[in-house]
């Protein structure tokens, strides 16, 4: 079974600049995620979706990120501007159901601002 | 505000020293309390779902354990490959997973 595929692996930027990142699910799974996690920290939650629906996305810095799951598949998550605090590691994840502890993660995003 | 604290932040061991690692956490209604591994450049991955006091959970070299207001996760006999960082995570009601920092494992050959 294929897992969590996300790209790009690194990415390098300057602060103002923008940046998006994908991810694709493990087929089946309703519930996607995105966490951020920074050097030395716990993953924190960005965005949930159930399907195409937004669950939860109190933590997530509306006035420049942004994300989206078109068809209930694959999503991604913009950055714009980026800022120097925004240097982190990028984290996808799915899950069979919402509301479970059970999470399949990607390897994830890594993303640099200079 | 709800809180999980894991100690030590880093924990180095010689292979075949068996230690515990600590998940701390302060919330009202815990609807589970789970345990993942996270290696160098990876996302972390699943070990353990705990959902009442009392509850034991074993995998090869690690058990882990649920009381009432901490979790431990019991490394026995530990091998070089078991070095990573264990992450653990509470979720309350039907609200997110809130993760600590982690512990650090290193075994050292």
């Known amino acids: 079974e294929a897992g969590v595929a996300q790209s790009p692996r690194y990415k390098i930027i300057e602060k103002r600049q923008s940046v998006a990142f994908w991810c694709n699910p493990i087929?089946?799974?309703?519930?996607l995620y995105w966490y951020q996690q920074i050097l030395g920290q716990g993953p924190k939650l960005l965005i949930q979706?159930?399907?195409?629906?937004?669950?939860?996305d109190s933590q997530l810095p509306k006035d420049r990120f942004s994300a989206e799951r078109l068809k209930g598949v694959d999503s991604t998550l913009k950055i714009q501007p980026a800022k120097l605090e925004d240097s982190a590691v990028y984290l996808c994840a799915s899950s069979f159901q919402a509301n479970t502890g059970e999470l399949f993660f990607g390897e994830g995003s890594r993303l640099t601002v200079l | 505000e709800d809180q999980v604290t894991q100690s030590p932040e880093a924990l180095r061991l010689q292979e075949g020293e068996s230690s515990s690692l600590n998940c701390s956490y302060t919330v009202s209604g815990l609807r589970g309390l789970f345990w993942y591994r996270q290696d160098p450049g990876k996302g972390p991955e699943f070990l353990f779902t705990l959902y009442s006091a009392g509850e034991e959970k074993e995998k090869e070299r690690l058990k882990a354990t649920l009381t009432k207001k901490e979790s431990f996760l019991h490394i026995t006999a530990p091998k070089p490959e078991d070095s990573a960082t264990y992450l653990c995570?509470?979720?309350?009601?039907?609200?997110?997973?809130?993760f600590g920092t982690g512990t650090r494992l290193t075994i050292i050959p």
């Open positions: 995570a509470v979720r309350v009601g039907n609200e997110k997973l809130t």
């Open positions: 087929s089946g799974h309703a519930t």
């Open positions: 979706f159930q399907n195409n629906g937004v669950v939860d």
